[in-house]
C-alpha cells in the first residue's frame, strides 16, 4: 500500500523488537467533523529510520549504558490504545519505534495512569511519556519536547443534549480523566455556572478515558470532556451513539488548548536529543506521516514549534 507524503519520503526501514507488541496496522486535533480518526490506524505500515550514530551519542551516559527507556502510557486513543491481548497501538508507540532506532536503544511500554506519569519519571520507574500538556506549572517538575497540539470538546449521548456553550453543562454531570489538564477547564467552567446563578458542572473523575466512556454509554455522566482526538475516536466507534460538539467559549478556558509534549525526566539532557529526533523524523517526512496514519494531521505541529519546553501556556489562569 503506498503511504501518503506531504513532505519527503521516509528512509530504509530498520526492525525493531519492543518489549510490549507495539502493532502497526489528546491539542488543535482533527477539526469536529472533517472525517473520523480510526482507533487503530490505517493498515500503512510505515518506514522506520535507521539509527543515526551522531543523535544516538547525545543521548546522557545514564541511558546509553541502560540500553532500555521505559515509557509509561495511559489510554488516550489515538495517541496510544491498550489490546485485549496485550498488544499496545497508536501515534505514540509508532513514534517510540521511530526513536527506538533512531537512538539506538530499546523503549519498553508500561501502562500507567496519566496521573501516576509524573511520580513514575521523577522516581525513575519510567524514563518517557506522551502525551502530556506541557504547562508552565509542570515544566517545574518534568521537561518536554513538544511534538503536537490539542483542543478539548464534549462528547454526548445521541440522545443527550449537544451544549451550545459552557452553561449548558452546569448541573449536569462531565466525565474527564484524573490527573489531566481538562480538570482545570471543568473548574473554570463550574466557576462560570456560579457567578451565572446556576447550580455548578458535577465533575466525575476517572482513572482513564475508557472508563469514562463506558459511563458516559450507560448514563452515569452526562459528557465526557476530553481532547478532540480522543473523543472522535471514541463517537466514530459508537454506532452513532456518541456526538462530539466544540463548544466555542469553552476554547479560551485554561487548559483547554494545548501543546502536546513528550515528557522526561528534569534535567537529565533526555529531551533535548528527543527533540533532534523529532526533527529529524519531520526532515523526513515520517513525522507528517505518523499524523496523517493516524488520521489526526491537525494535530502536528510546524518544525518551528517542536521544541524544548516550548509553550508558555500556563494550566491555571
Known amino acids: 500500500m503506498l ?34 480518526p480510526s482507533a487503530k490506524g490505517s493498515d500503512v505500515a510505515l518506514k522506520t529510520l535507521p ?20 515509557l509509561g502510557l495511559s489510554e488516550s486513543q489515538p495517541y496510544s490504545s ?52 506541557d504547562f508552565v506549572e509542570r515544566q517545574s517538575n518534568v521537561d518536554f519536547a513538544d511534538f503536537a497540539q490539542s483542543n478539548v470538546t464534549v462528547m454526548t449521548n445521541k440522545s443527550g443534549q449537544a451544549p451550545s456553550t459552557s ?4 448541573g449536569k454531570k462531565a466525565a474527564v480523566e484524573k490527573g489531566t489538564g481538562t480538570t482545570n477547564v471543568l473548574n473554570a467552567v463550574r466557576d462560570l455556572c ?9 465533575i466525575k473523575t476517572y482513572g482513564d478515558l475508557t472508563a469514562a466512556n463506558l459511563a458516559l454509554q450507560s448514563n452515569r455522566v452526562d459528557s465526557v470532556v476530553a481532547p478532540t482526538a480522543h473523543n472522535q475516536v471514541a463517537a466514530a466507534q459508537s454506532n452513532g451513539n456518541f456526538v462530539v460538539t466544540k463548544v466555542a467559549d469553552m476554547q ?22 528527543l527533540v533532534e529526533a523529532l526533527h529529524k523524523l519531520d526532515q523526513e517526512g515520517v513525522y507528517t506521516e505518523l499524523f496523517e496514519k493516524w488520521n489526526i494531521p491537525a494535530s502536528a505541529i510546524t518544525a518551528d514549534r517542536i521544541k524544548l519546553n516550548g509553550s508558555t501556556q500556563k494550566q491555571k489562569g
Open 3 to 36: 503511504i501518503r507524503t506531504s513532505r519527503r519520503a521516509a528512509v530504509a526501514a530498520a526492525s525493531l523488537a519492543i518489549a510490549l507488541p507495539l502493532a502497526s496496522c489528546s491539542v488543535d486535533d482533527a477539526a469536529v467533523g472533517a472525517g473520523t
Open 51 to 70: 539509527r543515526d550514530d551522531a543523535l544516538a551519542a547525545k543521548l546522557p551516559e545514564k541511558y546509553r549504558s541502560k540500553g532500555t527507556l521505559i
Open 82 to 133: 491498550f489490546e485485549a491481548d496485550g498488544t499496545v497501538v497508536g501515534l505514540v508507540p509508532d513514534l517510540a519505534k521511530q526513536l527506538e532506532s533512531l537512538l539506538g536503544v530499546k523503549i519498553t511500554v508500561t501502562k500507567t495512569s496519566f496521573d501516576a506519569i509524573v511520580p513514575g519519571i521523577k522516581s525513575s520507574r519510567i524514563d518517557l511519556s506522551a502525551p502530556a500538556g
Open 167 to 170: 452553561l449548558d453543562l452546569c
Open 194 to 202: 456560579v457567578k451565572a446563578g446556576k447550580p455548578p458542572v458535577d
Open 252 to 273: 479560551s478556558l485554561p487548559a483547554a488548548t494545548a501543546t502536546y509534549g513528550i515528557q522526561s525526566l528534569k534535567g537529565s539532557g533526555l529531551a533535548p536529543v
